[in-house]
């Protein structure tokens, strides 16, 4: 009977790839990717997507997916590892049909099989390890056999821990606000499975199994490459966790809002903020760190995504603002670490494309030296000596002399004009829903320059939300120069 199921599981296996294949590889980074592509080629991939999407729907392999998840009992196995995927190759896009029969069968049935198994699966989701990346770093200085360390301090199931919450993410994708609810709560059963604070639960574990990981290598000159692939696969599966929190909240969901107000959130958040204030700096002045250093600054944005979601709306975005307060109020020191790190890096723009500074490009093929780059920022009196041996550091990162302005500035401007935008328009968000909260004036005060920076690219329009309450709405700006 057990090679029998074994059997029927690989041909299952096989036969779900197929399925998954048919509709088309994902997009490693669907949010990156789309600008690259025309209006008609995204068009064209999209009518292609939901007609095979649908082939499969009406062939019932929706069911069949909800049915296998539950049936896994949080087990993490090959099939449960193909439904999920297959699941996501159906929900890519955020296909409406496929959500809504999923969920009316999920009704239907009144089980909360489902729901644990997504629980079971996330407690079953692996951390940093930092004990086992020890034993393992130890025996094999002493050439012992690594066979029982093998995979588990780098996150092996990193790939498993990211199909997972890239599948709860699309079952609420384009605010389905019914799978938003019956995720947190599933009315009418006799248990119920709050999947939103697993998820939360999740992210603090990897959380303090990163900054575990940070404590680590504090004290050491650098980050080896071990280190920068353990760390760069939880940044990869924190994004996503991310992604999947954003997606909870969004439309928005109140309830949802509530919930991670409520919840250990702002404890991984912290964290957060304080490994990115510590590892920021370091890893630009390191180019074997900048790669490790593009993927904090990805998850960085993501995080902060989320955190503007949480205020998405204006019935509870003071119940969510004022716990939102309390841990930047907590993280200040970490926030303007952050914030200067980014400043930094914007009005360096400003001095890069100025015509006195182009001078210095003799050659005009966007090379200059150290000391050509030290006298033209000492020149314009905008950087203090501190900040201008930091800049070098970052910009001379093959320590030869020579710096590649250009790439230099696009290395670490886009980013920050990125990132900081979404910090601007957090804070300023903030400001406006608490405007009597004393703290909230003290971090404009601190912070007055950076968020001047973009005040003349953030928007804002009301509009009457869905409770028929008028909402304040931010956007961004575009502008022919400067931000594009």
Not at 75 to 96: D, E, F, H, M, Y
Not at 180 to 189: E, K, M, P, S, V
Not at 248 to 275: K, M
Request: hydrophobic residues 40%; glycine residues 6%; contains cysteine.
């Amino acid at each position: 009977a057990s090679e029998q199921m074994t059997q029927s599981d690989a041909l299952y296996v096989s036969y779900s790839e197929i399925m998954s294949e048919s509709c088309g590889p994902e997009e490693e980074d669907e949010y990156d990717d789309d600008d690259e592509k025309s209006f008609q080629e995204q068009e064209t991939e999209k009518r292609r997507l939901l007609k095979h999407q649908g082939n499969l729907l009406r062939r019932g392999v929706a069911q069949m997916v909800i049915m296998l998840l539950s049936e896994c009992s949080g087990r993490v196995n090959q099939v449960t590892l193909k439904s999920l995927r297959l699941g996501i190759a159906l929900l890519r896009g955020g296909n409406s049909d496929v959500q809504t029969v999923m969920l009316d069968y999920l009704k239907s049935k009144c089980d909360v099989g489902f729901f644990n198994s997504m629980s079971s699966l996330i407690a079953s989701c692996g951390v940093l390890d930092l004990d086992t990346y020890e034993r393992h770093n130890k025996a094999e200085m002493l050439g012992i056999s690594k066979e029982n360390f093998e995979g588990i301090n780098a996150l092996s199931d990193a790939s498993f821990t990211i199909s997972l919450f890239r599948f709860l993410q699309l079952l609420c994708e384009g605010h389905n606000t019914a799978f938003q609810d019956i995720l947190r709560t599933q009315a009418g059963n006799i248990t119920t499975v709050n999947i939103v604070i697993c998820t939360v639960d999740y992210l603090l574990r990897l959380q303090e199994s990163i900054s575990d990981f940070y404590w680590h290598y504090s004290a050491q000159p650098s980050i080896d490459l071990k280190g920068r692939e353990s760390f760069s696969r939880a940044a990869r599966v924190a994004k996503q966790v991310f992604r999947t929190l954003t997606e909870y909240i969004q439309g928005p969901c109140v309830e949802n809002q509530v919930t991670l107000a409520y919840s250990r959130l702002w404890d991984a958040v912290g964290g957060f903020l304080h490994v990115f204030s510590k590892l920021m700096n370091r890893l630009s002045k390191d180019v074997s760190q900048l790669e490790l250093l593009r993927e904090l600054l990805r998850l960085q944005k993501d995080m902060v995504i989320m955190l503007l979601g949480l205020l998405e709306g204006n019935e509870h975005s003071t119940i969510v603002g004022k716990q939102m307060v309390d841990t930047l109020e907590e993280c200040s020191s970490f926030l303007e670490d952050i914030l200067s790190f980014f400043d930094m890096f914007i009005r360096l723009n400003d001095i890069i494309t100025s015509t006195a500074f182009k001078e210095y490009d003799k050659n005009k093929d966007g090379w200059i030296s150290a000391k050509e780059f030290e006298q033209a920022m000492l020149s314009h009196s905008m950087y203090s000596r501190e900040e201008i041996r930091q800049l070098m550091d970052c910009a001379d990162v093959n320590k030869d002399g020579r710096l590649d302005y250009m790439e230099f500035t696009e290395r670490f401007y886009m980013p920050a004009e990125d990132i900081g935008f979404n910090y601007a328009m957090l804070l300023t968000n903030l400001s406006e829903h608490l405007a009597h909260d004393l703290r909230i004036k003290s971090f404009k005060e601190n912070w007055g320059r950076f968020l001047n920076h973009f005040e003349p690219c953030l928007g804002r329009i009301e509009i009457l939300g869905k409770n028929q309450r008028i909402e304040r709405v931010y956007f961004e700006i575009k502008k022919e120069i400067g931000r594009a």
